[in-house]
């Protein structure tokens, strides 16, 4: 079975740092993986997503992630933090399924909080 | 706005009652996805749809639990005699699944359920 585990349930760093947030999967194959950031009361936004063309891949609003195998990693970074950062983060897997189910399994998020 | 869209965005009952949630998914997104998120954790998956069929329910779906998607538009989740554990917030998403890598999933604001 595929899992993800998210190091660190809070995060905060301060505006215009560097922002880390940490993901491992577990697979026995490369799966997709996947960061969505949730807004207070809202649903899951995708981020960026990991599908085995690049290993760093580039998301929305200034994110980026790189997949590591020999890590099993898929941090999430960003060079500078913005207020309008602060949310929940959460890292995903999905198996590698043609035209099938593609259910994410999601790590327990990390909040992430921007000191002014 | 022809997001993916959930009634109610809240439902608050007594321990006991039935309730009964609503999805609308992208209009033509073919593949229709319900997940169960509780506080402080990552939403978990609890069923899947292809176009009218419901082809994969997770073990967290017990017997008070039962979903449809009639003609494969709408979706509707129930769930009879709720219990305290039941609260939740209920995720739907949706996905236009024609490519051979993975569909992006698109997720509604969910329907917060709170059982007295």
């Known amino acids: 079975a595929q899992s993800v585990t998210q190091l660190g349930s809070h995060v905060s760093v301060s505006e215009g740092a560097l922002v880390l947030l940490r993901c491992n999967y577990s697979?026995?194959?490369?799966?997709?993986l996947f960061w969505y950031v949730q807004y207070p009361n809202q649903g899951l936004q995708l981020l960026l997503k990991?599908?085995?063309?690049?290993?760093l891949v580039k998301g929305i609003n200034g994110f980026e992630a790189e997949f590591k195998k020999s890590e099993t990693s898929f941090h999430l970074t960003k060079p500078s933090a913005h207020m309008s950062d602060a949310a929940e983060y959460f890292c995903?897997?999905?198996?590698?399924?043609?035209?099938?189910?593609?259910?994410?399994?999601f790590g327990t998020g990390t909040r992430l909080t921007i000191i002014p | 706005d022809t997001g993916v869209s959930q009634d109610p965005r809240h439902k608050i009952t007594k321990r006991g009652q039935n309730v009964t949630f609503r999805c609308d998914p992208i209009?033509?997104?073919?593949?229709l996805y319900w997940y169960r998120q509780t506080l402080g954790q990552g939403p978990e998956f609890l069923t899947y749809?292809?176009?009218?069929?419901?082809?994969?329910k997770s073990r967290l779906l017990s017997d008070r639990f039962s979903a449809e998607r009639p003609k494969g538009s709408f979706s509707t989740l129930e769930i009879q005699r709720t219990e305290q554990g039941d609260s939740a917030m209920y995720l739907c998403?949706?996905?236009?699944?024609?490519?051979?890598?993975?569909?992006?999933?698109?997720f509604g604001p969910g329907t917060r359920l709170t059982v007295l």
């Open positions: 998403a949706s996905s236009l699944g024609i490519w051979d890598f993975h569909n992006e999933q698109f």
């Open positions: 697979s026995s194959v490369p799966p997709y």
């Open positions: 990991y599908t085995s063309a690049a290993t």
């Open positions: 995903a897997v999905s198996p590698r399924s043609n035209f099938g189910n593609e259910k994410l399994t």
């Open positions: 209009s033509e997104h073919n593949r």
């Open positions: 749809f292809q176009n009218e069929a419901q082809l994969e």
